[in-house]
């Protein structure tokens, strides 16, 4: 150590960099991160633990004899039935049918949502005119669209999509509106003295500054989507065109309990496997972005 | 170390144009009777080279007097100008953006300009390797400490090839190890590349340890209230007995100041 201060002492910025180096080196320290199998099973045991729960409450309300058995099925019959239909592919029809509605709704909702977030967060009048209004939107129950759309559509597939696009559109542009307002003052600051004005400026640091809370307004968006599609389909009967929404409607017409239940088994899954694609999006973000949670 | 002394004094000739000129600069905050007046017809001037160090207890419009000849507000009175130099400004977060790589963030202050991509990522590399970063391009900024965000934040000012550098307290959040490593940093950056300076503080010894001169303002109007030339060799030692001297007079005058609105 007193040979290297010796020799290094004729270049003072030579020591300069050292001692900063090993500034940084001490600062950033080593974090280690437990496996993947390990953090996976972290992940699934509480899953599994819930729905243990869920299928023991349901198997003690089917064994308290409160209903009879073809009113409300237990868990063994109505999984049963669950797999017999999910060999038959006019199942998985129906599933395209209403992954099909799912997909182009929530797609051209995200087209006129980013439309009418950009337009209303760039400019005040318009801002001041239905900023209020979007808001307003999202707290409409969607249901009570459908007669409306009825009128204007009759029973086809584009009343499902009308009423799918006003649920999830609103959350999506407020999304993106949330995002421009929060960019932090100080990075509009940096980003002014560095040059950036207007087009470039939205471009390079409003728009990516907005991606967290976009992509929450997302999430949300794909909740109302769900759920609209889901009441568009039972009021929606379309003939020859068989769909998840209706295929309830026509097991409750035929008291078919168990195939009642596994449908709405088969929504809660594709809503949840969905919601989970954005959290992986969301966890992605980030952690690139350095905002995720200690995790010890 | 004595070459670029020298080098310094001989750009500083008499007669060119200040690099940073106000004259009579006021400030209000509001209109009419609530208007508050921040700043109070400041005159000052940074030559080109120069270090000048901006001093004022809280509450002196120190930052806001920044934020002016970044053109990031507008006086309510008086002139200021650059003489259309480049600035470039630190702040005391370092204002990175967070979804770009440390490399992209210097890469923002030539994207701007229009530099295409390979010379956008030769000059970013060459700059994080002017303050010691040369091998955390690709790390994100929250993946480093805050001395070295500070570095890269100055890495990007520096990016900009400005002639002039604001700083508005850019070591004040951090530990006093990295600060005094810093400063011998910017101290051997600003003669290398012939920067003037005007660096905001609130801490006297880090005014004296950088600057040619320090301005000391009086708070609540901002003012000047005195201005003290540095005639201290550099490289300087933040706890050398000249600098420790000077800085004890000037925290007297400052006390001074704040005294005045103690009653």
Partial sequence: ?296 | MTAPLTERASRRTKGEEPAVRLDGVSKIYGQGKNGLLALDNISLSVEPGEFVSLLGASGCGKSTLLSLVAGLDKPTAGTLGTGGRKIAMMFQEPALFPWLTVAANVEMALRVQGVGKKERQERAAEFLDIVHLGGFGAKRPHELSGGMRQRVSLARALAQEADVLLMDEPFGALDAMTRDLLHDELERIWQKRGLSVLFVTHNVREAVRLGDRVVLLSSRPGKVAEEFPVDIERPRVTDSPEVAELASAITNRLRQEVLRHGR
Wanted: proline share 4%.
């Fill in chain 1, 1 to 296: 150590m007193a040979v290297d201060q010796a020799s290094a002492a004729d270049r003072p910025a030579d020591v300069h960099a050292r001692q900063l180096a090993g500034l940084d080196a001490l600062e950033l320290g080593g974090a280690t991160s437990s496996g993947l199998a390990v953090r996976l099973w972290g992940r699934l045991w509480p899953m599994l633990l819930a729905v243990a729960i869920v299928l023991a409450i349901w198997q003690g309300i089917v064994w308290s004899g409160r209903w009879p058995e073809y009113v409300f099925a237990g868990p063994a019959e109505t999984f049963g039935k669950l797999g017999e239909r999910l060999s038959d592919a006019e199942y998985w029809q129906a599933i395209g049918v209403t992954m099909r509605r799912a997909v182009t709704g929530f797609a051209i909702s995200v087209l006129v949502g980013l439309v009418i977030g950009a337009l209303v967060s760039r400019i005040k009048v318009l801002r001041a005119a239905f900023g209020s209004l979007i808001t307003g939107l999202q707290t409409m129950p969607s249901i009570a669209w459908f007669p409306l759309a009825i009128l204007l559509f009759g029973l086809t597939e584009s009343a499902i999509t009308f009423v799918v696009i006003l649920g999830a559109a609103p959350s999506i542009a407020n999304g993106l509106i949330t995002g421009v307002d929060y960019t932090p003052p100080i990075l509009l600051r940096a980003s002014h003295v560095l040059g950036f004005r207007r087009l470039q400026l939205y471009r390079h640091v409003i728009l990516p500054a907005s991606l967290p809370s976009f992509l929450a307004g997302l999430k949300q968006g794909w909740a109302f989507a769900w759920r609209s599609l889901m009441a568009g389909e039972l009021v929606v009967i379309i003939a020859h065109q068989s769909s998840l929404g209706e295929r309830l409607y026509y097991d409750r017409e035929l008291a078919d309990s168990a195939g009642l239940l596994g449908t709405m088994i088969v929504i809660l899954v594709i809503g949840i496997g969905i919601d989970l694609l954005f959290e992986t999006g969301d966890n992605a973000l980030r952690r690139r972005w350095g905002l995720q949670q200690v995790r010890n």
